[in-house]
């Protein structure tokens, strides 16, 4: 169970109603960028034409911001978080091991990150929601 303290409160309130997208979650990940999950098909509205809703909250809070979209499924989900970074393919191979089959090194770079962290990273936001052991890119 998630526990949000007062400030991410105050902050998913005012997501909602400046967008009117219904909130799921709202963390700082661990490398330290304040992230939305908005409710699945809602990702268009929390944006705002031109992504003007994502600007007008990070120069308002004066942080860089993430908003993804919930996804139904562990695949689903990493697509999204690791939007718009495009994939071969997201493999769910069960025990809690996720595959992603990068595009070029530019791709697997990006994923993976400086000492992993990226990966690790996101390892962590899929935690939020579904089991999962570790997250591979190949």
């Not at 911001?65 to 071969?88: C, D, G, H, M, Y």
């Not at 992603?100 to 935690?127: F, H, Y």
């Amino acid at each position: 169970m998630t526990v949000f303290d007062q400030e991410l409160i105050k902050l998913m309130n005012y997501f909602e109603q400046k967008t009117g997208a219904a909130v799921k979650d709202c963390f700082y990940d661990t490398l330290g960028k304040l992230t939305f999950v908005v409710a699945t098909g809602e990702l268009g509205k929390a944006l705002g034409k031109k992504a003007s809703n994502l600007k007008d909250l990070e120069k308002r809070l004066g942080k860089r911001v993430r908003v993804s979209e919930f996804a139904p499924s562990r695949q689903e989900l990493v697509s999204n978080f690791i939007a718009p970074l495009t994939v071969k393919d997201i493999e769910d191979r069960g025990d809690g091991l996720v595959v992603i089959t990068g595009g070029d090194e530019r791709v697997n770079g990006l994923l993976i990150g400086k000492q992993a962290r990226n990966l690790r990273n996101l390892e962590w936001m899929v935690r939020r929601f579904y089991e999962v052991q570790e997250i591979k890119v190949v």
